[in-house]
């Protein structure tokens, strides 16, 4: 099975290396998009499905915070797996992000294996459902 | 600056530079002299303790971290954008990781976003605690600052 993956990230530099490492990941990838923002995400999510979403916190226009929390709020993307993708390393924050339905953390800077070892956790956990 | 707090920055700022942009980071050596400086961002952080992380960077060292990542263009405008978006993201991680290192893991911070600062000038200390260290990134001279205010003691 191909995954379609979404990074939402206001930094180019952290979407070109995440869009790179998620290729080399040894995941089969049908599609990825990326989006500047939270409010640019909820546009790509119009037409297009991801099976995981990779999210900043720290964005202008629409945060990481609002967006997930947008997503469950609704009907249709309540479900959708978030990895949170940020420099923030507080373990409070991150507990309340869980709590909220973020399926996991991945502390900038990261090393490739810390992205495959997310794919793998969210995406395996999802087919066994 | 106590050898703690200048170890502490050197290790975060290595870590961040080795781990994203395969680029080392050295105590400056006293002796040699090194490019300086050309760019400058800073950004603030809300929480357990306010305050603020500035640094001043090489243009060569985003330029070395854009041709490795994002490729360079030949159009100056978006050159500079691309030199932007790399030392706002390099700090962001820098902010991010010190605070941790600095306060632990449990506190929540809010950041601001990172601004670039046109002059490339350090901002002026607001605060009572700074932490001012000179490093070596790839042969250049590079400079962090580290302001803490407010600091709840909870």
Request: net charge negative; with cysteine; hydrophobic share 40%.
């Amino acid at each position: 099975m191909a995954y379609n993956i979404l990074i939402v990230d206001d930094s180019a530099l952290t979407r070109t290396v995440m869009e790179r490492t998620v290729r080399m990941c040894g995941v089969e990838i049908s599609e990825i998009r990326t989006a500047e923002h939270g409010k640019a995400a909820l546009a790509v999510l119009e037409d297009f499905w991801p099976d995981i979403v990779f999210c900043d916190i720290n964005m202008p226009v629409m945060d990481g915070l609002q967006f997930v929390q947008t997503l469950k709020d609704s009907s249709e993307w309540s479900d959708l797996p978030v990895v949170i993708v940020s420099t923030e390393g507080s373990e409070t924050r991150m507990e309340e992000l869980r709590r909220n339905g973020v399926q996991g953390y991945i502390r900038k800077p990261f090393a490739p294996e810390d992205v495959a070892t997310m794919i793998q956790q969210v995406l395996g956990a999802k087919n066994n459902v | 600056m106590s050898d703690n707090y200048e170890q502490a920055i050197l290790d975060v700022a290595s870590h961040v530079f080795e781990t994203s942009a395969f680029l080392s980071v050295y105590p400056l050596d006293e002796g040699g002299e090194l490019p300086p400086p050309d760019f400058c961002a800073t950004m603030t952080f809300r929480g357990a303790a306010d305050g603020r992380v500035s640094m001043r960077i090489a243009g060569e060292v985003l330029d070395t971290i854009v041709d490795n990542v994002l490729e360079m263009d030949s159009d100056p405008e978006e050159q500079m954008k691309r030199r932007n978006d790399v030392l706002k993201e390099m700090l962001n991680m820098l902010c991010g990781n010190l605070l941790t290192a600095h306060f632990g893991s449990n506190p929540v911070f809010n950041l601001s976003p990172p601004e670039v600062i046109e002059s490339a000038e350090m901002p002026a200390p607001t605060s009572a605690e700074v932490h001012h260290v000179l490093l070596n990134i790839e042969h250049t001279l590079a400079e962090v600052m580290f302001e803490v205010q407010n600091q709840k003691n909870s």
